[in-house]
């Protein structure tokens, strides 16, 4: 019977609905031969999980609706943390390429499958009975007969890190299964493999029949979950945003999270093949984010080229680290960073000992108030020493970082200062006066003030004058 093989990985998400667990399970069997379906599976099951929340939300109007408008919904009806719908697009976007596109490799499969657990068990903490839930360590998916050395040290390293993590008796079983698999005669070996792929073919079949059940599933949940009181939606979300904060992923899926950030913003990125030990280097005329820049106190995790200038240093983190202070971090790599022949320094540079203007610390999680150290891009300016870090909430792009090193702020402020407050319109005394206010406090670095005025007393006009 099809149901008596489970995933590895989503196997407590079957309580909530089977058809989790067996598009799952596909995944993981497709992995070694076919990254392209694997991604292609995952996709279906981020599909399946987002409308799974929104009903649970009582949030669903129809199960045909488009993953991305779906996801767009669930933003704005704030029934999914953003982090949580960060990860879900990362999900949806790799499944598209790899069906339209025929764009995915061993690589891309296995950060997808990491990212749609954290999924899975984001998904379990926030609906289940067990806010607290500890699903055990990742189950790598069986290695690939061609495959990259850096998927093999990957896969290697994934596996080490579970053996390390597994409780005595689950370690004693998986031991016992792979010794009777060792002592197979080849006639044993092959019947099970016949058995074994007759199963995965009655497991495909059964995901497509069981459709038309699993959505008159999501039907019934959107009709319960419509009657929940303001005060239990209110506790269902808490729930969720706290079980958004427990997500985890390793480095290697945050380094591929924050090579889609950078893309998107018009760098060339890629951790794995655009590195420094596999030969890149800046290009005229070309903007990269080139992983692995050596300095002298250690190499950079990217270092961003504009042509043949380094206008910055970042410094990546896994998720759940703390990003403010990773800043020093870039900051070192900013001021130990060494130009070769065919590398320009950035002009105007160095900048107190610093060679590289910018610097940029991340982990990939996209910026919360709530949490802003551990979240959004952390940026410096290195050029004056007044400057502090601060918060992006996106990637600059190579012509706005340019633009940015083309600014001469000491100018700048010297022409505010003796700027006319020519309007075409009188201002009165107070409202020059916070002009200037403003003006100096623009000047020494803050970027959030605060000016109160009563009723009648030119709001307005002031605004438009400060906007001048």
């Known amino acids: 019977m099809p149901s008596e093989i489970k995933s590895q990985n989503f196997f407590f998400l079957r309580s909530y609905e089977q058809q989790l667990d067996r598009i799952g399970a596909l995944a993981e069997r497709y992995f070694p031969d076919d990254p392209n379906t694997c991604l292609i ?3 279906q099951f981020g599909e399946e999980l987002a409308r799974q929340t929104a009903a649970r939300n009582g949030v669903l109007t129809t199960t045909d609706e488009p993953q991305a408008d779906l996801l767009r919904r669930l933003k704005f009806d704030r029934a999914a943390p ?8 990362q999900i949806r976007i790799a499944g598209n390429r790899a069906a339209h596109e025929h764009i995915g490799d061993h690589r891309d499969a296995l950060t997808a499958l990491k990212i749609t657990r954290e999924l899975a068990i984001w998904f379990h903490r926030s609906f289940g009975k067990d806010p607290a839930f500890k699903p055990g360590p990742f189950q790598p998916p069986a290695r690939p007969k061609e495959a990259t050395a850096a998927v093999v040290e990957e896969l290697e390293r994934l596996r080490a890190d579970r053996e390390r993590l597994l409780g005595a008796t689950e370690k004693a079983r998986e031991e016992a299964e792979a010794a009777a698999q060792a002592h197979e005669s080849a006639e044993e070996r092959a019947l099970r493999i016949t058995d074994e ?4 073919e009655d497991i495909a079949q ?13 039907m019934n949940l959107q009709a319960a979950a419509a009657q929940a009181t303001p005060q239990e939606r209110s506790q269902q979300r808490k729930q969720a945003d706290q079980a958004a904060k427990e997500i985890d992923l390793d480095e290697a899926a945050t380094r591929a999270i924050i090579d889609d950030q950078l893309r998107a913003r018009g760098w ?6 655009l590195r420094y030990s596999k030969g890149a280097r800046p290009v005229k005329g070309k903007a990269m984010a080139i992983a692995e820049w050596p300095t002298n106190s250690g190499p950079a995790d990217y270092a961003l080229f504009v042509g043949l200038q380094c206008l910055g240093t970042v410094e990546a983190k896994r998720k759940r680290k703390n990003v403010s202070a990773a800043i020093d971090q870039a900051e070192r790599y900013a001021h130990d960073i060494a130009f070769k022949a065919g590398e320009t320094e950035p002009s105007g540079g160095p900048w ?3 060679h590289v203007p910018f610097v940029f610390s991340t982990n990939g999680r996209p910026y919360l108030k709530q949490i802003e150290t551990e979240s959004g891009i952390w940026f410096r300016d290195t050029r004056e020493a007044t400057n502090h870090r601060r918060a992006l909430t996106d990637w600059p792009t190579p012509d706005g970082l340019k633009a940015q090193l083309e600014i001469d702020i000491d100018a700048d402020e010297q ?8 309007f075409g319109f009188p201002l009165r005394p107070y409202q020059q006066q916070a002009i200037e206010a403003v003006e100096d406090h623009l000047t020494k670095g803050s970027r959030e003030m605060l000016v109160a005025m009563a009723t009648g007393t030119g709001k307005t006009k002031l605004s438009i004058a400060l906007l001048y």
């Open 41 to 43: 599976k995952l996709r």
């Open 82 to 89: 953003h982090e949580v719908l960060d990860l879900f697009h």
């Open 197 to 200: 792929r007759a199963l995965w």
């Open 206 to 218: 059964e995901a497509e029949q069981q459709k038309n059940v699993a959505l008159a599933d999501l």
């Open 268 to 273: 060339s990125a890629d951790t794995e093949n």
């Open 352 to 354: 107190d000992e610093y």
């Open 415 to 422: 022409a505010l200062k003796t700027q006319p407050m020519a």
